[in-house]
């Protein structure tokens, strides 16, 4: 093979290895949130699904609407926090992903440049 399709072939490899890297990262994402008081813990995943929540005996004494509240609010924390881990492994992907500027070129473009 040419040295060019061998750089071809290195760059989809490399390609390839960054978006299964990814794909594991993204499924390896949890984040947990437990309330101050710790009656509320509730943990997502990469989505925003709910994959635990525990309930300490404290939360018994709280009325229903209370309860659920915190549950809610112990959520939405959890998935804030998800988010955060999520955006964090995309931006890598978009970074590996994003072809180097070609600095050899010559300074008056491209033939299809304006």
Known sequence: ????????LGR???QLA??????????Q??????????SVTA?????GALTGLWL????????PAEVSRLILWACQQAAMAATTQRAR??????????PAPDISGSLGGSPDSA
């Open 18 to 27: 960054t978006l299964e890297s990814t794909l594991h990262g993204l499924s």
């Open 56 to 63: 300490a005996e404290s939360a018994t004494t709280r009325s």
């Open 12 to 14: 989809v490899n490399d």
């Open 1 to 8: 093979m040419s040295a060019e399709m061998d750089a071809l």
């Open 89 to 98: 492994i995309v931006a890598g992907l978009n970074e590996s992903l994003t």
């Open 43 to 47: 943990e997502v995943d990469a989505e």
């Open 29 to 38: 994402v949890r984040a947990r949130f437990t309330a101050e008081d710790r």
